[in-house]
């Protein structure tokens, strides 16, 4: 039975009350600014209200709804990416991850603790949340919508026109910076009980 | 050793084997260096536990992080009022 009946749909406030602040976070997540969430939640029921028609209800209104949301967002990033260079990122500098003959400077080693059994863990996601913060703004665009959407690496250069070659950096600074945030915090040896 | 056996060449080998099929010279490449190389061995491992948490936690009804901030009721309402004359 589908909980999300369409009929909702015929009153803007509940949808409001309904779904807002879910969209709200999912913007937030991909965009960070809280004025830009807003304004993409705004125009994504705005747009949704006026194509009520096409919501056949194959899939629940949220599904919908988060459908339309991540248009909206994709539309935001590519927007403010024209006017930057696709992979600027003035604090990114190979020396201050390897050495000159390539070895890492801070050696990646064993976590104290098992990622599985962090992901039920609401206090580590806040951990997540920090870290992700940390992550210079194309690089943690690019690495949402490849690992919370998980849309294919063409469709992502697709859609923000970059080059598959600049998206592997981005997702591998990204992946790297993420990693180094982690071990540090969470997985630290020194946490493990 | 070869650049392409750098620590800083095989994270991005394998950070890359996230995101595409790599070519068979790729694959052996990386291979190599990770039997040889323990630290390249845990980068591995974690970075795709990561990529992992962030998609399970997607696919179970999270497609989000934690937020610092909600939307607040002046948003709201904004969104209400624009909602009632763009209907």
């Known amino acids: 039975m589908n909980m999300d009946s ?12 309904a779904h807002a602040e879910a969209l709200f976070r999912y913007a937030l997540t991909r965009l960070r600014r809280r004025e830009d969430a807003e304004d993409a939640v705004q125009e994504t029921l705005l747009a949704a209200l006026q194509a009520k028609r096409d919501f056949r209800g194959d899939s629940s209104e949220r599904t919908w709804l988060i459908g339309i949301l991540r248009h909206k967002i994709v539309d935001r ?11 600027d990122d003035p604090d990114w500098n190979d020396a201050d991850w390897w050495e000159g ?3 890492w400077r801070n050696m990646p080693t064993a976590w104290g603790g098992d990622p599985q059994a962090a992901s039920d863990n609401g206090e580590f ?16 665009q690019v690495f949402a919508l490849r ?7 063409e469709d992502i250069c697709q859609d923000l026109g970059l ?3 600049n998206l592997w950096v981005l997702l591998h600074r990204a992946r790297t910076r993420l990693r180094e945030c982690l071990a540090g915090s969470w997985f630290a040896p020194e946490r493990t009980p | 050793m070869s650049a392409i056996f750098s620590c800083n060449a095989a994270s991005r080998l394998a950070s890359e084997a996230q995101d595409h099929p790599l070519s068979l010279r790729q694959r052996i490449a990386l291979r190599i260096h990770t039997s040889m190389c323990s630290a390249c061995r845990q ?3 974690q970075i795709v536990a990561i990529d992992r948490l962030f998609r399970t936690r997607a696919r179970s009804g999270n497609p989000d992080l934690p937020t610092s901030s909600n939307l607040d009721a002046a948003a709201k309402e904004r ?3 624009r909602l009632r004359q763009g209907g």
Do not use: M
């Not at chain 1, 927007?79 to 930057?84: A, D, G, K, Q």
């Open chain 2, 79 to 81: 969104i209400r009022k």
């Open chain 1, 77 to 87: 990033i590519r927007v403010t990416s024209r006017c930057e260079a696709s992979i």
């Open chain 1, 147 to 153: 690992n919370l959407d998980e849309r294919s690496a």
């Open chain 1, 6 to 17: 369409p009929t909702v749909a015929s009153d803007p406030d509940a949808w409001v009350d």
């Open chain 2, 43 to 45: 980068y591995v491992k």
């Open chain 1, 101 to 103: 003959n390539g070895h």
């Open chain 1, 125 to 140: 996601w806040q951990q997540v949340r920090k870290c992700f913060a940390e992550l210079p703004e194309r690089q943690a």
């Open chain 1, 163 to 165: 080059t598959p070659t």
